[in-house]
């Protein structure tokens, strides 16, 4: 498991994200430039492109429950609270991996 790529805009994440065509997206809520990791998912879908496939999870010191229940909408895998919930990211992230390394071998 190896991170692919790094964006700090909407442009770069969907740019890469079209190009690698990675098995997990992990999104900050907000970008540089006022973009948004929302924004970014609504390109992707609007694109047409297969990300039902793609495993999204946001990350944002904004956790409000509106933002949730976009994101929910959006179908993301996972909404966390990157000032509280760090650990977690890392052991939600650890377990997807695993995941995919075992689905590799069957």
């Known amino acids: ?3 692919v790529g790094v964006a700090a805009t909407a442009g770069e994440a969907i740019e890469g994200i079209v190009a690698a065509r990675p098995d997990v997206v ?4 907000r970008l540089a430039e006022g ?3 929302i924004e970014v998912l609504r390109a992707l ?3 047409d492109l297969a990300v039902e496939a793609i495993d ?3 990350l944002t010191n904004f956790a409000e429950a509106p933002y949730r229940r976009v994101a929910e909408r959006l179908g993301v895998q996972g909404f966390f609270d990157k000032s509280t919930e760090f650990e977690r990211v890392r052991d939600v ?3 997807r991996a695993r ?3 075992v689905d590799r071998m069957h």
């Open 93 to 95: 992230l650890a377990a």
């Open 35 to 37: 973009s948004s990791g």
């Open 26 to 29: 992990v999104l900050d809520l």
């Open 45 to 47: 879908r609007a694109k």
């Open 56 to 58: 999204v999870y946001l």
């Open 99 to 101: 995941a995919i390394r």
């Open 1 to 3: 498991t190896k991170a």
